[in-house]
């Protein structure tokens, strides 16, 4: 067998064009893995921001000596594990997300240049800066596409949700209906009853257990009209702060607990708003009674009222024991409740929110764990009158 023939020197032009075409080579092939690691819907947006990173310095003229790092809002990824020094010397790209800066990349070399970087001249190259500039895009590109997906999903479960409660709403308002007449007469003929002058001690003690579970079911019915808005309000001229004095005043006084504080922070000059005074306290009391119930032994629940750009803020806050994710999310859902059996309807916070949207208001909540929750309502002012 003929050995292999000798191989002629290349020339230096020659041995400059196959170093570049190796080059362009490392970054197509970057490029491609770039591509690669996008097109697998396997894994969290960390983890493949993390592969995109550990693709990058094979693309570059010493990929042992480079490395590279990735920083997106509050995620940062980095091909050494830590972040990189900032005496790095090192390319940066803005990363740029539906034309918004959130974050960089950046490809650097971590090591003193040795003999064969320093004889190469420049340590990097005019296409890698166009490389890292073509994957910052990408990258963006690929993130603004995963939040549009987030953003569609919760838009179909708030719609799902929507759908949902309108549902239970018109349940309710139908039964709620069918059964105010039967226990109207329940209560009438119980109190009716009453009335007789030879009632013996028991029955008579029996006919107001009657009267009570009746009266306890008109009022279950009453919040099942509110939740499906067919409650009538009476609005009129209202001021926030008349109405948390009033409520709080029989809260403290029934608080059965001695460990719950009451703190009460109530804006100055507050506008009045257009509102049925009755529904709104009904929306401080409901909201203040959980607060005071998530308090298990000593806690403050503090109330806040403030003037908004465009209406007033009523906040509500508790030291007491928070929600969990799983929690907190169905918190507003009707008959959804995590007490025990018998201690609660799941209405409370349901009805809260119907009171809120009839007064074309919001309302949001934030709680962790042993950490409290936050109850926050926005009424809109009184509109000015016409001149």
């Not at 209906?177 to 009438?188: C, M, S, T």
Request: hydrophobic share 45%; net charge negative.
């Amino acid at each position: 067998m003929k050995p292999p023939a000798p191989q002629p020197d290349r020339s230096p032009q020659e041995r400059t064009a196959v170093a570049e075409l190796a080059e362009r080579v490392k970054e197509l092939t970057c490029l491609y893995e770039v591509a690669a690691v996008f097109a697998e819907r396997r894994g969290s947006l960390r983890e493949r921001l993390a592969q995109v990173v550990a693709v990058l310095p094979s693309a570059c003229r010493f990929p042992e000596q480079a490395v590279a790092r990735l920083r997106l809002d509050e995620i940062e990824v980095s091909s050494l594990g830590k972040p990189l020094d900032s005496s790095t010397q090192h390319l940066q790209v803005a990363l740029r997300v539906a034309g918004n800066e959130r974050g960089e990349v950046v490809l650097g070399y971590l090591q003193t240049p040795g003999t064969a970087m320093r004889e190469s001249g420049e340590l990097f190259l005019a296409e890698e800066r166009a490389l890292l500039e073509t994957v910052a895009s990408q990258v963006g590109v690929f993130v603004a596409s995963v939040e549009s997906e987030q953003h569609r999903a919760e838009m179909e479960a708030t719609l799902r949700h929507a759908d949902r409660l309108a549902t239970i709403g018109q349940l309710a308002a139908g039964v709620a209906h069918e059964l105010n007449e039967p226990l109207g007469n329940v209560l009438g003929f119980a109190q009716l009853a009453l009335k007789a002058q030879e009632v013996p001690a028991q029955v008579r003690a029996d006919l107001n257990r009657i009267a009570d579970a009746a009266l306890r079911g008109r009022e279950i019915i009453r919040k099942l009209l509110v939740f499906a808005r067919q409650a009538p309000a009476s609005k009129q001229p209202t001021n926030l702060n008349g109405v948390v004095e009033e409520a709080m005043f029989l809260l403290e006084a029934g608080c059965e607990n001695p460990g719950v504080r009451f703190n009460r922070e109530l804006g100055a000059g507050l506008p009045d708003i257009e509102a049925d005074p009755v529904q709104i306290r009904q929306v401080v009391t409901n909201l203040v009674i959980n607060a005071m119930q998530a308090i298990r032994a000593d806690g403050a629940v503090t109330v806040r009222t403030a003037a908004d750009d465009d209406g007033v803020v009523l906040t509500v806050e508790d030291t007491g024991s928070g929600m969990t994710p799983g929690v907190l999310r169905r918190v507003f859902d009707p008959f959804f409740t995590t007490k025990e059996v018998g201690q609660g309807t799941g209405l409370g916070l349901a009805v809260v929110q119907g009171i809120v949207a009839g007064h074309g208001g919001t309302i949001d909540v934030q709680s962790e764990p042993s950490r409290g929750s936050v109850f926050r309502v926005r009424l809109p002012g009184r509109a000015a009158a016409p001149s």
